[in-house]
């Protein structure tokens, strides 16, 4: 059973030490080896504790059980208090995260030129109908057929019998200048 110290004793009891202490001089109770005495012994001598003083024992539990459940409480909110932390720096993280993306969206759409209007992409190749210069009546026509007179397309070539006016071949083109030009022509 249970072995309580005589200020303890005196505690369950409600009663001075000095009562207890005349008690075992006079042989009612007996303490153990090692200076305690046995609540067994105490019951049978003093009878059960009061309900008064059980209550300073079950008060006293009680309190240990609150002081308990406060540490855990205090440990849970650390707990919860570093989780907190934690959620916020992924926040943090993924927001630098969507900005950085942001920027690098805003960068290319800079870098990427927006389509001329007067430009045909490949697969949009039509063939526009060709517009007729406007002519002005008011130009010099000596002028103009001086101008004609003078292009490198009409060449004479004298060693080709028969060939008074021969027009120059165009130069031949790759399949990019060709591009190029059907791009830039239309």
């Known amino acids: 059973m249970k072995a309580l110290s005589v200020i303890e004793l005196a505690q369950l009891y ?3 030490r000095q009562s207890i202490y005349k008690r ?14 046995d609540l067994s012994e105490a019951i049978r001598v003093f009878g059960e504790p009061s309900e008064k003083n059980n209550n300073v024992t079950t008060l006293q539990s009680s309190s240990v059980q609150k002081e308990t459940e406060v540490d855990m409480l205090k440990q ?17 993280f993924q927001r630098e995260q969507l900005e950085a ?7 290319m759409q800079r870098l990427l030129e927006a389509p001329k ?11 526009e109908p060709d517009i007729a210069p406007s002519i002005d009546p008011k ?12 292009t490198p397309e009409s060449i004479e070539n004298p060693h080709i019998p028969g060939s008074e ?5 165009p ?16």
């Open 139 to 150: 130009v010099d026509i000596a002028v103009t057929e001086e101008k004609i007179a003078s």
């Open 14 to 16: 409600g009663m001075n």
């Open 24 to 37: 075992i001089n006079k042989g009612d109770l007996s303490k153990n080896s090692d200076g305690k005495i």
């Open 76 to 92: 849970q909110v650390d707990i919860l208090k570093k989780q907190l932390e934690l959620a916020h720096d992924r926040e943090v």
């Open 165 to 169: 006016h021969i027009e120059e071949k």
């Open 101 to 107: 993306k942001d920027n690098q969206i805003e960068a």
């Open 117 to 127: 209007t007067n430009m045909t992409m490949f697969t949009d190749q039509k063939s």
């Open 171 to 186: 130069k031949r083109r790759g399949l990019l200048g060709r591009l190029a030009k059907a791009v830039f022509d239309n």
